[in-house]
């Protein structure tokens, strides 16, 4: 086959659909989405006439200034592209720290707290104030945020909302620690967007999704894979006990054991916790699902056009938590649990806040945090399709997942 034989995409007719469904952005906008499609086609040409999908992601969510988390666009809550669980109302915070708080209590005064894009600073905000609660603050409350627009936003909204000594508590780093250090890592909805290699089955071999430019646009097609990613894709095909038939094209991120070894750094004890959507790694890589999990997100609306407006819409891959978990304890950890969100929240602390709301005097307030309950915790909602891992190192975290545990899907 010609190694660079088109992916699969919609017919015209399809495309034209997606595409009307979409609202268009303003000149503003698409200018400068224009300007990132610039630096795109000069790596393309730079490269020989394509990037690996993995680097166009890379580019289209982080390259400075342009990319879509670290421009300046809106992003969070209705007015953007997607609600992440934090931007709800206060319960899953809360509930997350009802769940960490053991463990800064087993670390001692030292403990730091790491969490992993910040969003609107919301979090951070619910967080603070409950750890407070239970008296278990940690030392420092560190958010690694690579957008200096979030930064701004985060600072802002925590300054107003916190008291000084709680503020005082936050700090914003460039990268992950480069000392040793005791406390717990959290990232909510991070895994789903790192860049991911695509690959595909031909003929029985590995190839993977490149961009390239015909007739002027951009275009997915294939490559030989390197010995990184094939490998990769054969360690899935032992695991699954199955080869891959042909045509079959889905993610894989071989990265992911380095990058979990990055962000952690130089934890001595301590924990790690991860929210997002996805599959154990049999679910994920069903026969049926044959073009993967890829997709984007513009003002809500979900579409499979990933080449399109880079810089103005989200990219996101379902996490395979199997191949988090091999992560976390190639980074030594040991594993600590697996579960639903709808099960973590009821583990941590959700029984108490539904006795809380009941005893809301004001009917319309009462009314907004059941409904946020809803959204968590119903299966058509957030409640099943975004899943719970924890690991732990040198401390109990065990316990944060006595409810629904499914590490026997792992």
């Known amino acids: 086959m010609s190694t660079d034989s088109p992916s699969h995409r919609p017919d015209a007719r399809e495309r034209q659909r997606e595409a009307n469904a979409l609202p268009a952005p303003d000149a503003d906008a698409l200018a400068h989405s224009a300007r990132l499609g610039e630096l795109i086609r000069a790596q393309i040409a730079d490269n020989g006439g394509a990037i690996p999908f993995s680097r166009f992601m890379e580019l289209a969510l982080y390259a400075p200034g342009f990319g879509y988390y670290s421009a300046g666009a809106s992003k969070f809550g209705e007015s953007g592209d997607f609600v992440t669980a934090p931007e709800l109302g206060p319960i899953f915070a809360a509930c997350v720290a009802d769940s960490v708080a053991p463990v800064f209590r087993q670390i001692g005064p030292q403990a730091r707290f790491l969490e992993l894009g910040g969003g609107t600073g919301a979090f951070a905000e619910v967080a603070l104030k409950r750890l407070m609660e239970l008296d278990a603050l940690p030392d420092r409350y560190c958010i690694l945020e690579p957008s200096a627009q979030l930064r701004h936003r985060q600072r802002e909204r925590l300054q107003k909302r916190l008291v000084p000594p709680l503020f005082e508590l936050v700090e914003w780093l460039d990268g992950p620690f480069n000392d040793e250090w005791d406390g717990v890592l959290f990232a909510n909805e991070v895994i789903d967007a790192l860049p991911t290699p695509r690959f595909a089955i031909e003929a029985g071999e590995v190839y993977e999704e490149h961009v390239a430019i015909e007739a002027g646009e951009l275009v997915r097609v294939l490559r030989p894979a390197d010995a990184f990613l094939g490998n990769a894709v054969r360690h899935l095909e032992r695991q699954l006990g199955r080869e891959f ?147 732990e190192k040198g401390v109990e975290f065990g316990a944060a997942f006595l409810v629904g545990d499914l590490s026997f899907r792992l």
């Open 245 to 391: 038939e042909h045509g079959y094209r889905s993610e894989a991120l071989p990265q992911l054991p380095y990058w979990v070894q990055a962000v952690s750094g130089g934890m001595r004890s301590g924990a790690m916790l991860f929210v997002d959507y996805g599959y154990p790694r049999g679910e994920y890589y069903q026969p049926d699902r044959s073009d993967g999990t890829l997709r984007a997100f513009y003002r809500h609306r979900m579409h499979g056009e990933p080449l399109r407006w880079p810089g103005l819409q989200d990219l996101t891959a379902s996490v395979d938590f199997t191949a988090l978990a091999e992560a976390g304890v190639a980074a030594g950890f040991d594993f600590a649990g697996y579960c639903s969100q709808a099960s973590f929240l009821l583990g941590n602390g959700l029984a108490g806040v539904l006795e809380r709301i009941e005893r809301i005097a004001d009917q319309g307030e009462r009314m907004k945090r059941t409904q946020e309950v809803k959204r968590l915790t119903l299966p058509s909602e957030m409640g099943e399709r975004f899943q719970v891992m924890g690991f």
